[in-house]
């Protein structure tokens, strides 16, 4: 059973366009919702976070939307640039529970072309 | 720099053969994960301990694999015997004291022949 799921396996995009990546979960108890980059040979690296209580939270190029009604996130990222080529992963935690545990998606690869 | 390591980067095994993969997470971080990425699945939660001790291992093949902390500066992850299906790449992440953001290792990939 997929709490997190990214139904897009990847995305291209032009640089200097947006890249929106989306993610939906079903879990209504998840509360905080992080998004980590993933370069090839390398560990993901965290990207940027956003907690229930909001519905946006902006990083420069990057910004998360949350719409929990709908149990869907997104990360947008502008202008995109090459160096954003990269395997993208939600993921979720119910920090109720005080676990830390959380639950990611399988990814989207994104390329973004010069 | 505080970062979390893994060692080795890199391993090819038999089928049959133990492995044990080693992480030492970042100093003051008092929990620690284990994930596997396969193309399938994404990235599996495996195993993870806070204060050393396990938590959930669920994840885990109980049968051939096992997590330990012999201490607070290393975490194992042990596949006896490993399978071909053991193949991926395992991750180390690692956790502050109250904080949700998870730093990860640099993997492990292992091969099993």
């Known amino acids: 059973d997929q709490q997190v799921k990214q139904n897009s396996p990847s995305l291209s995009v032009q640089e200097g366009r947006i890249s929106i990546l989306n993610c939906d979960y079903t879990?209504?108890?998840?509360?905080?919702f992080l998004w980590y980059k993933k370069y090839p040979a390398e560990g993901p690296t965290f990207l940027i976070s956003i907690s229930s209580i909001k519905d946006k939270n902006e990083d420069g190029r990057f910004t998360v939307f949350l719409n929990k009604s709908a149990k869907h996130l997104s990360l947008h990222i502008v202008p995109s640039q090459p160096g954003d080529s990269a395997v993208y992963f939600c993921a979720a935690s119910d920090s109720s529970g005080n676990t830390g545990k959380l639950i990611f998606g399988q990814g989207t690869t994104l390329q973004v072309k010069p | 720099d505080a970062r979390v390591t893994q060692t080795p980067r890199d391993k090819v095994t038999e089928m049959g053969q133990e492995v044990t993969m080693r992480c030492q997470p970042i100093l003051g971080h008092n929990t620690v994960f284990w994930y596997r990425q396969t193309m399938m699945q994404g990235l599996e939660l495996l195993a993870y301990?806070?204060?050393?001790?396990?938590?959930?291992d669920s994840g885990m093949p109980k049968d051939r694999f096992s997590a330990e902390m012999p201490d607070a500066t290393l975490a194992t992850l042990k596949i006896q015997p490993s399978e071909p299906r053991d193949s991926a790449v395992y991750f180390c992440?690692?956790?502050?004291?109250?904080?949700?953001?998870?730093?990860f290792g640099p993997g492990t990939r292992l091969t099993v022949l």
């Open positions: 992440a690692s956790a502050g004291p109250g904080a949700d953001t998870q730093y």
């Open positions: 879990n209504s108890m998840f509360d905080y």
């Open positions: 301990f806070r204060n050393r001790a396990p938590l959930d």
